[in-house]
């Protein structure tokens, strides 16, 4: 039997998730629909919603690499979409003195990843960001959908206590999934701009259909909350006959510097009061003393899982081998 999971999320954190959920397979199968945050405004991404408008693609680039299917054509594809263009060499061309020579300097594909320049053409030539995704999904072989959360670019903005050093009590506005991720005080709120977006609606209706949806792991403020934001997604969440998975950080990230573990949860029924949680998986060392994240994930009506998830060089990531292994049995239960 089709287990329809739906995950939320954006960038590495996503994809760690949508990686393990692919090596759940031939224990479950999983019909896999990645929901997407659209609130990148840095790097490539930033530059080409800047200069051209329309979604930022980075984030949903990510998720196609890691649903990519295992042909070696596609995987040459995944690569290429990964490819970042580094800054040209400069190179000297005969002419006037003082005339522009060589394609070093202001180079405009440097640091531009070619699945991101892929994603934009394609918005612009379909019209329609989902089609786009699926065109390119398409040209992966995507073994599950990307959907972005909503169809239209949002912003994020926080109040941050400390945001400048100098000024530790002062609490100011952070403008920018950027500089949101980067700072260095408390996020005391979020909030989008515009207030309440429209959902995608290929998004709402994934939710409405899912045996299961997944949140994190990821940048909890600016991948995983945003989610909860968008009045038309938190209604179709809330309303879903689903079950309800949350996958905690492996360690704390610069926007969440000072917040406990258990905290992370209670982030998730601050921005959604009526969310209720089945199982919370985590790993063991990560989480420490298990006893308030335990509270934690009662307060939510959930289950707290401990499950060795994180790669074995020590590092704050997923290994999506481990993290997939310890999805089997929660997916499968009770199926």
């Not at 959920?21 to 490539?44: E, H, N, Q, Y």
């Not at 400069?90 to 531009?112: E, S, W």
């Not at 950080?249 to 959604?272: C, F, I, M, P, Q």
């Not at 499950?307 to 999805?327: E, K, N, Q, S, Y």
Request: charged fraction near 20%.
């Amino acid at each position: 039997m089709t287990t329809r999971v739906v995950a939320f999320g954006g960038g590495h954190g996503l994809s760690a998730s949508l990686r393990a959920l692919r090596r759940c397979a031939p224990g479950l199968d999983l019909d896999i629909t990645a929901v997407v945050t659209v609130g990148d405004d840095g790097g490539s991404s930033g530059r080409l919603r800047a200069e051209r408008g329309g979604l930022p693609p980075g984030d949903l680039r990510q998720a196609l690499v890691a649903l990519a299917g295992d042909h070696p054509a596609t995987r040459r594809s995944a690569g290429l979409f990964q490819h970042r263009f580094a800054d040209a060499p400069v190179t000297r061309t005969a002419g006037p003195i003082g005339a522009a020579g060589g394609n070093g300097a202001g180079d405009g594909l440097a640091g531009h990843a070619v699945g991101n320049l892929v994603l934009c053409g394609l918005m612009e030539l379909l019209g329609d960001p989902v089609a786009a995704l699926e065109h390119a999904g398409a040209m992966l072989g995507a073994v599950g959908r990307v959907l972005p959360m909503s169809c239209q670019p949002v912003g994020i903005e926080a109040r941050v206590r400390g945001a400048d050093p100098d000024r530790p009590d002062e609490v100011r506005t952070v403008s920018g999934q950027h500089q949101v991720a980067v700072t260095t005080g408390r996020v005391e709120s979020l909030r989008l701009t515009p207030t309440a977006p429209a959902a995608c609606p290929q998004a709402v209706d994934a939710i409405g259909e899912a045996d299961w949806l997944i949140f994190g792991p990821g940048s909890w403020y600016t991948s995983v909350l945003p989610h909860l934001l968008v009045p038309e997604l938190a209604d179709a969440i809330v309303s879903s006959p689903a079950r309800r998975l949350v996958t905690l950080n492996l360690a704390a990230e610069k926007e969440t510097l000072g917040l406990s573990v258990a905290d992370h949860l209670a982030a998730l029924r601050w921005y959604l009061p009526e969310l209720k949680v089945d199982h919370v998986l985590a790993d063991a060392k990560a989480v420490g003393d298990p006893d308030p994240v335990e509270r934690a994930a009662e307060s939510l009506g959930a289950r707290l899982v401990l499950a060795p998830v994180a790669v074995l060089d020590g590092t704050p990531r997923h290994d999506p081998a481990a993290l997939g292994a310890a999805l089997v049995p929660v997916l499968g239960a009770d199926r």
